[in-house]
């Protein structure tokens, strides 16, 4: 019909197949149903229950896209409406999924050989082997082609290689089974991608420290990986990618997922604002809602979910035609994990003191988003990638 609705103001649900709106519904009743429950204890005492990762994988929800091994094989747009169900509910949740689905069993889908997609990706898919992605270091963050995690050659069983080093605020690492950790082979000095089993790894060899006390993103669980010459099999090695393409691939997809998550929190913010609004009175018994300013807030971040929404629709589709540059990626990363945070800050004016107490959900989503925009690329990074696409000068260095 020709009616406007505040809930898809674009009618962007127009563009998504029967199927993809029926994984739509799906996701949300289970995020809805099973996880917006648990989420305020989850966030007040940073706990973080590993059966969710489970319960994805019962869903269908983990390595949506990859076919085979028991994943669900489904379109990019299919797996952005998930990941903008589950961060609707919180940025924690979705990143505890991206982490399993896009960085490392995307990366073994990509890189693995067929040995080790059969050892650990049906695992995976079904949330019974989890998984986290070792890149950034205490030394190294947004320049992570400077990592000085190195593997060398073990000096007495020839198939195997001692990793040393450390990697630093990474999600899942406490629970992981597998970690996939990125380091400089010490021969030729090129990063390659290392799957490390937590129980392969003997005493002393392997800590993941949890970093504890975060203020947001406190549904989900993050730590270090501490390497000390830690044996690891040549047959653990991705066999031929090497260099910052193998870890970027993974991020390509984990940050197209970011993009359509960070919506989902708008949403969500957008949704509680109005309800609030609505009913909380002020001045001669109007409701919040009745006033402009108040109209205005709603409007601007109303526009900026739908019309973030559109542009991963579009990169989506491209994604999966194979004609989507990873500048398009950064470009919509940086977009809505910006419009997301700038947004919620000003929503959650509307809640007054209110907003203050956790029980509102809205200063949950402001300090969730802070950190979307800070990883996988700040955005100032993301300036500077689409900066040398434009000018075709580099200014990181
Ligand atoms: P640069 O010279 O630009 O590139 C080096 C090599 O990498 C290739 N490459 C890519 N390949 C595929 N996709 C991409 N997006 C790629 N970007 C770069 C490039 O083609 C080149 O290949 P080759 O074969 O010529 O060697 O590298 P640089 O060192 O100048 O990089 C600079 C910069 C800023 C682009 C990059 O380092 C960057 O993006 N930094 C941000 C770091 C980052 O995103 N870290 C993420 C850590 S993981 C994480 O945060 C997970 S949170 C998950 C959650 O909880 O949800
Ligand atoms: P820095 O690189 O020190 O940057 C600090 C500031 O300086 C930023 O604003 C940045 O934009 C700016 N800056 C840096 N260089 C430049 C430049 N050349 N020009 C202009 N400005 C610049 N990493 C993983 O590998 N795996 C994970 O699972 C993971 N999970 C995370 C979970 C959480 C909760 C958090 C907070 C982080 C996580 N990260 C993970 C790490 C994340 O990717 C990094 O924090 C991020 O890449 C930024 O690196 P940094 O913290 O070292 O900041």
Redesign the pocket.
């Known amino acids: 019909s020709s009616v406007f609705n505040w809930l898809d103001p674009l009618a962007s649900n127009k563009l998504f197949t029967q199927e993809e709106l029926a994984i739509q519904e799906t996701a949300n009743a289970y995020c809805q149903e099973r996880m917006l429950p648990r989420v305020l204890d989850a966030y007040r005492y940073e706990n973080y229950d590993r059966k969710i990762l489970e319960e994805m994988g019962e869903v269908g929800l983990l390595g949506a896209t990859i076919k085979g091994y028991g994943c669900a094989g489904v379109s990019s747009i299919a797996s952005g409406l998930i990941a903008r169900e589950v961060e609707r509910v919180d940025s924690g949740y979705r ?1 505890g999924m991206s ?1 399993q689905s896009s960085l490392v069993m995307g990366g073994i889908d990509k890189f693995g050989t067929e040995e080790q997609k059969d050892r650990y990706l049906p695992g995976m898919a079904k949330g019974k082997i989890l998984g ?5 270091e205490p030394n190294h ?3 992570p082609g400077s990592m000085e995690t190195v593997a060398k050659p073990h000096p007495s069983k020839k198939d195997y290689f001692l990793i040393s080093g450390s ?1 630093t ?3 899942n690492s406490p629970i992981a089974d597998v970690m996939l950790v990125w380091a400089k082979l010490q021969s030729t000095g090129k990063i390659r991608g290392f799957l490390i089993d937590r129980a392969a790894c003997p005493p002393g060899t392997l800590e993941t420290p949890d970093i504890k006390n ?1 203020n947001g ?1 406190r549904a989900s669980t ?1 730590g270090m990986i501490q390497l000390d010459e830690c044996p690891v099999p040549k047959e653990n090695m991705f066999p031929s990618i090497e260099g910052l393409k193998g870890p970027f691939t993974c991020l390509n997809s984990a940050r197209y997922g970011i993009a359509w998550g960070t919506m989902g929190a708008l949403e969500d913010c957008i949704d509680r604002a109005r309800t609030y609004a609505l009913e909380r009175k002020q001045f001669k018994g109007n409701p919040l809602a009745k006033y402009q300013l108040v109209q205005k807030k709603l409007v601007d971040a109303l526009t900026d979910a739908a019309y973030g929404i559109l542009a991963a629709t579009q990169v989506g589709r491209l994604m999966d035609e194979g004609r989507a540059p990873p500048e398009m990626i950064s470009m919509i990363k940086r977009q809505n994990c910006d419009r997301a945070l700038a947004n919620a800050r000003k929503l959650q004016e509307i809640f007054g003191g209110n907003s203050v107490s956790d029980e509102y959900g809205i200063g949950r989503h402001v300090a969730n988003l802070f ?1 979307t925009q ?5 955005s ?2 993301h300036s ?1 990638i689409l900066g040398r696409a434009i000018t075709g000068i580099q200014a ?2």
Do not use: C, R
């Open positions: 990143s982490v986290a992605f070792g890149l950034t963050g947004s320049d990697k605020w990474i999600t975060k993103l993050t950190v800070t990883y996988e690329g700040q100032d990074i500077l990181f260095a």
